[in-house]
């Protein structure tokens, strides 16, 4: 699986767009980019996943770029309770273990 | 749809004893994973399991942890002889067979500590 790159933590204020960057450049042509969260203390979260289109769903919309090397996830109008740890993960769309990385630390401030 | 259900919620064992573990999958969902989260650390995969098969038991410590998921009832992750190190966050996730594997969902966790 691919590795990728996340900044350790971001700020946004409450009711902004967050947007949480990656970095995949390895990512081979049958890999998707997923992305997880966790609340503090509680399991992980899937949010989305994509392949090169950009997504959306209730939670989140994801771009990723024409060369697929990077990725952004957007939460549109961010609240308290989007204070999580955000994980990008790159990986093929079988079943399998999940790789996690050390993820974004988002902090939502009023 | 009830989802993943871990218990118990918290253990406390005392070091050489047992812990063992139990998630119960969502409905449909034959796949169970096991994840371990060590204080201030990511999450890491231990074992992979379908009904009665051990898929993928790449991240299992080679000594004192097994896992299985029987044909009727819950997974069950088995510590024996704990030890300190051993206390941390079991995460137990499940996935449907067919349809989206690769969406994992994760129950509430089981927070083992050992005095």
């Known amino acids: 699986d691919a590795k990728t790159t996340q900044p350790p933590s971001m700020d946004c204020a409450e009711g902004r767009a967050a947007n949480l960057p990656c970095n995949h450049s390895t990512i081979s042509g049958n890999e998707y980019v997923y992305w997880y969260r966790q609340i503090h203390s509680q399991g992980p979260q899937y949010i989305i996943h994509g392949l090169k289109n950009n997504e959306t769903n209730e939670m989140a919309s994801l771009i990723i770029t024409e060369d697929r090397k990077s990725s952004t996830l957007i939460l549109p109008h961010a609240t308290l309770r989007d204070t999580a740890v955000y994980y990008c993960i790159v990986r093929n769309n079988q079943g399998g273990k999940l790789i996690f990385g050390q993820g974004t630390e988002l902090s939502v401030k009023p | 749809n009830a989802g993943v259900m871990q218990n118990p919620r918290h253990l406390v064992r005392r070091r050489g004893q047992e812990a063992r573990l139990r998630c119960s999958p969502m409905k449909g969902h034959s796949h169970v994973y096991w994840y371990r989260q060590l204080p201030e650390e990511g999450l890491k995969f231990m074992v992979y399991l379908q009904k009665e098969n051990i898929i993928d038991e790449s991240g299992m410590p080679k000594e004192r942890f097994s896992a299985e998921f029987p044909k009727e009832g819950p997974s069950i992750l088995r510590i024996q002889q704990v030890v300190r190190g051993d206390s941390a966050a079991y995460f137990c996730?499940?996935?449907?067979?067919?349809?989206?594997?690769?969406?994992?969902?994760f129950g509430p966790g089981t927070r083992l500590t050992v005095t």
């Open positions: 996730a499940s996935s449907p067979e067919g349809g989206r594997p690769y969406e994992q969902y």
